[in-house]
Antibody
Framework: EVQLVESGGGLVQPGGSLRLSCAAS????????MNWVRQAPGKGLDWVSYMTSSSSTIYYTDSVKGRFTISRDNAKNSLYLQMSSLRDEDTAVYYC??????????????WGQGTLVTVSS | SYELTQPPSVSVSPGQTASITCSGD??????ASWYQQKPGLSPVLVIY???WRPSGIPERFSGSNSGNTATLTISGTQAMDEADYYC???????????FGGGTKLTVL
């Protein structure tokens, strides 16, 4: 069974930092591209970042570029998101989501349960 | 920047066909995917590459994409299909993932 389990969320003050983790199991993590997608309370889905299986290609949405860093450790089947200079508008549930190879476009086939990040003073 | 537009809400009677649209400039030239999200749960992929269904997704879910509009169609809609639905595309020109704003499907 595929499992993606996020952790590391919590309450942080504006300007602060937080590191999210996503532990993967039940599939060949090292062959999948991975993503972070967030959802502000009561709002829609908002893609944050993408990383290929080998870490060779990374993309970010404009609003987090220079503040967030995606990384992965294939030996530990884990994905990370280092968030710094956090703003109120970064408050959201953060999901990690996998993107399969062999598909013509970027889709998210498995999602974790999400971890809530609250940025507030 | 590229945008995808969905109607905020769609209503359908049980057993009828629900159609949820997603509009974007030349969207038919991109691959559209659809996600279902029920309250308090994570999104679930229901359609990708226009009309492919992942394993476990009922046949009543189908998709199409032409011109500027992608459509998710649910035939014989059931009460369990009541959820928020999001369309998604990959904009290769900017290397960005785009989500539509979401459509709340009500089955009544």
């Amino acid at each position: 069974e595929v499992q993606l389990v996020e952790s590391g969320g919590g309450l942080v003050q504006p300007g602060g930092s937080l590191r999210l983790s996503c532990a993967a199991s039940g599939f060949s993590f090292s062959t999948y591209s991975m993503n972070w997608v967030r959802q502000a309370p009561g709002k829609g889905l908002d893609w944050v970042s993408y990383m290929t299986s080998s870490s060779s290609t990374i993309y970010y949405t404009d609003s987090v570029k220079g503040r967030f860093t995606i990384s992965r450790d294939n030996a530990k089947n884990s994905l990370y998101l280092q968030m710094s200079s956090l703003r109120d508008e970064d408050t959201a549930v953060y999901y990690c989501a996998s993107s399969p190879s062999g598909v013509a476009t970027l889709v998210f086939d498995y999602w974790g349960q999400g971890t809530l990040v609250t940025v507030s003073s | 920047s590229y945008e995808l537009t969905q109607p905020p809400s769609v209503s359908v009677s049980p057993g009828q066909t629900a159609s949820i649209t997603c509009s974007g400039d030349k969207l038919g030239n991109k691959y559209a995917s659809w996600y279902q999200q029920k309250p308090g749960l994570s999104p679930v992929l229901v359609i990708y590459q226009h009309n492919w269904r992942p394993s476990g997704i009922p046949e009543r879910f189908s998709g199409s994409n032409s011109g500027n509009t992608a459509t998710l169609t649910i035939s014989g809609t059931q009460a369990m299909d009541e959820a928020d639905y999001y369309c998604q595309a990959w904009d290769s020109s900017t290397a960005r993932v785009i989500f539509g704003g979401g459509t709340k499907l009500t089955v009544l």
